[in-house]
């Protein structure tokens, strides 16, 4: 009630201090009617967003994204339920907010002077860039002018702004840098970055942003040469919204050294989401882990092989019953706070080793009964592990699209996983047959991979 109050406060605030500005005073009584006070009667703030790594999507059930997480923040401070809707491209996205099916876009907006006849921009300005991504070696190993890009294979989405930008480069230096460009159905720009990590590529293009959020992934690339000009971004309102603009404008000034703001940008951009290599696993005298009664116990009621659950949860966690990853996963299975508490176990209790793997294996039921079209068990085990890491959501719509394009949905192995990859393509995650939107699928075709593969390992040095 205390924030429902502020939020009105605030409302005759900014009424008092448009009407101070004189012009033309009906418009303004009339737009500040429909405007802050309008959405805090209402209760909701309506976001309007894109699909992306930066923005939004769905990891394990659980609404994220750098750009949703902020919005958020803003919205729960004014007791606002955030809902989100999704456009399909930024052309989209500006024609909804103009119809007024949407409050704001909470995506950056490139700042360009005609924009700003159009809407109202607002949020924290960020300077965008475009850099190149190249393997980490030592500094005078490494590219570090634009000059030396000459003679350099570069590989880019056909048809991207990257594209665009390289060819412009290309030209200004006068020629000589090997463009490659790749078919957008094949790969996506994120998909090149890990390529360049993998070493399968010397060199891509991305946003600064990207950029930045993907070397938390790999740890072995370097994002630190810019070759495009800055460009100012923003998210965006309405014209007929000043007070929204304003209140949004205040909460980040107020808010944006704040811990909990910086910690968003920080858990994104800055803590790395890979696990360390260096961990070891315990074989000796037939040990796994010192959880391993654990999983015995608790592999029975789902009629697993309890060295399964033991690779699950070194590839979760390795065996660290505190970790916390960068999604806000916890325990030794790391599990969602949503997960947890959707299987009976508190957050006081989500650290317990024993708890832990009783809400797992309680997931695991729930996704077995969710994929028990899937008869061969064996599939069914790495749709299963699919779900357990990316969400059975975005495992359903890889089946969908598999069965849509003559794949057998049934079938892991290229077949569903092959489109798993491909619902981080907008071709792909905007079809109709979709209905949980981006993601980022090579993490979990990798984990199905990493898991079976210790499981393997268990199997051939210790015992059952």
Excluded at 15 to 39: V, Y
Excluded at 144 to 168: M, Q, T
Excluded at 263 to 277: A, D, H, Q, T, V
Aim: charge should be negative; hydrophobic fraction near 35%; aromatic fraction near 10%.
């Amino acid at each position: 009630m205390q924030k429902i109050a502020s939020c009105w406060i605030f409302t005759l605030l900014v009424l008092i201090m448009l009407s101070a500005c004189g012009g033309n005073k009906k418009h303004t009584a009339e737009s500040a009617h429909n405007d802050f006070d309008s959405i805090c009667q209402r209760g909701e703030l309506r976001v309007l967003t894109l699909y992306s790594s930066t923005t939004y999507f769905l990891y394990r059930g659980e609404e994220m994204g750098y750009e949703y997480e902020r919005i958020k923040q803003f919205a729960d401070h004014y007791n606002l339920k955030t809902t989100v809707i999704i456009a399909d491209n930024i052309k989209h996205l500006t024609e909804m907010l103009q119809k007024g099916e949407g409050d704001i876009i909470a995506y950056e907006l490139p700042i360009i002077g005609d924009a700003k006849n159009e809407w109202l921009y607002c949020g924290a300005e960020n300077i965008t860039h475009q850099v190149l991504i190249q393997p980490r070696k030592p500094k005078n190993e490494m590219i570090n002018d634009v000059v030396d890009l000459i003679g350099k294979d570069i590989y880019v989405e056909a048809g991207s702004k990257y594209e665009e930008r390289i060819k412009n480069l290309n030209d200004e230096l006068g020629g000589g840098i090997h463009i490659h460009h790749i078919d957008k159905d094949t790969v996506v720009t994120e998909e090149l970055i890990e390529m360049v990590s993998t070493g399968e590529i010397p060199y891509t293009l991305a946003d600064n942003n990207l950029a930045q959020l993907n070397r938390t992934y790999y740890n072995n690339i370097d994002v630190h040469l810019k070759v495009s000009f800055p460009q100012r971004a923003s998210w965006a309102v309405s014209k007929q919204s000043p007070g929204l603009a304003h209140a949004i404008n205040q909460w980040v000034k107020e808010n944006q050294k704040s811990p909990s703001y910086r910690s968003i940008s920080r858990r994104y951009f800055e803590l790395s989401k890979s696990l360390p290599y260096s961990a070891m696993l315990s074989v000796s005298k037939g040990q796994i882990s010192i959880y391993d009664n654990l999983f015995k116990k608790y592999a029975r009621l789902i009629d697993w092989d309890w060295r399964i659950l033991a690779a699950q949860a070194y590839n979760e966690s390795h065996f660290d019953t505190l970790a916390v990853s960068w999604a806000g996963a916890k325990g030794l299975m790391q599990l969602m706070p949503r997960t947890a508490q959707a299987f009976g176990l508190s957050p006081d209790e989500i650290t317990n080793p024993e708890k832990n793997i009783e809400a797992a294996v309680k997931s695991i039921q729930s996704l077995n009964k969710s994929l028990s079209g899937i008869e061969d068990k064996d599939e069914r085990l790495k749709f299963i592990l699919a779900a357990y890491n990316g969400g059975l959501g975005h495992i359903l719509d890889a089946m969908a699209l598999a069965e849509k394009y003559g794949k057998d949905p049934h079938v892991w192995d290229n077949n569903v996983s092959e489109f798993i990859l491909l619902k981080s393509n907008p071709e792909y995650f905007n079809d109709e047959v979709c209905k949980f939107g981006y993601f980022k699928g090579r993490q979990t075709t990798a984990y199905v991979h990493e898991v079976l593969r210790y499981y393997k390992m268990y199997q051939e040095k210790i015992p059952l």
